[in-house]
């Protein structure tokens, strides 16, 4: 089955900076990675996903890039706050209706 | 309802007794997945339900845990003579087609 691999666990940024979370998968057929937010004591939510078909895709001050060849995707967050300290989960699936598996997850700090 | 509900929001047990929790996912989604969270750690994948198909049990720890879904709707987990090591948040997710999970609020289990 797929296995999906996140680094780094833990990550520690000075407000304003950038972030960027690095995660692998094995599963060449994999298509679809969807990246989750989980705030301290809440529930994990969806904040942007993307499909095989494009290489890149922004929402305000994040970002994912996806590179088949190497089966990689990353999330970037440019000009950090602090309400971006969070734990973020990457995920790989193969096709709707198909399980999605989950990274470890990343902490990510934001000092201000 | 509006989301996943879960209940119930939190759960103490004493060590060798049985603990049922429930997820209502939301009406018309297919997938269900049950996830358990300890302090400060990922999403361990325990169970994933999908319409009519069997279920993929591969992530349950040990046949002291065991969950049914009935009607493809509401689905129950269930511990057998918990253990301390069982305590954790329990967390319930559905998704129509498997693009974007819906999480519940959780079930906080605690073993004494």
């Known amino acids: 089955g797929e296995n999906v691999e996140q680094h780094p666990s833990t990550l520690s940024v000075q407000e304003g900076d950038s972030a960027v979370i690095k995660c692998t998968y094995s599963?060449?057929?994999?298509?679809?990675f969807p990246w989750y937010k989980q705030e301290l004591g809440k529930r994990p939510q969806l904040i942007i996903d993307?499909?095989?078909?494009?290489g890149e895709k922004k929402d305000q001050r994040i970002a994912v890039t996806l590179n088949k060849t190497a089966k990689h995707f990353s999330l970037h967050i440019t000009e950090t706050q602090p309400e971006d300290s969070a734990v973020y989960f990457c995920?790989?699936?193969?096709?709707?209706?198909?399980?999605?598996?989950f990274g470890g997850g990343t902490r990510v700090l934001v000092k201000p | 309802g509006a989301g996943v509900s879960q209940s119930p929001s939190n759960k103490v047990t004493e060590k060798g007794k049985d603990v049922e929790l429930r997820c209502d996912p939301i009406s018309g989604h297919t997938a269900l997945y049950w996830y358990r969270q300890s302090l400060g750690q990922g999403l361990e994948f325990l169970i994933y339900f999908q319409g009519n198909s069997a279920p993929d049990k591969s992530g349950l720890p040990s046949d002291r845990f065991s969950a049914e879904r009935t009607g493809g709707s509401v689905s129950t987990l269930t511990i057998q003579r918990t253990q301390q090591e069982d305590s954790a948040v329990y967390l319930c997710?559905?998704?129509?087609?498997?693009?974007?999970?819906?999480f519940g609020s959780g079930t906080q289990l605690s073993v004494l």
């Open positions: 997710a559905s998704s129509l087609n498997n693009e974007k999970l819906f």
């Open positions: 993307i499909r095989s078909n494009v």
């Open positions: 599963d060449s057929a994999s298509n679809y």
């Open positions: 995920a790989a699936s193969k096709a709707a209706g198909n399980k999605l598996t």
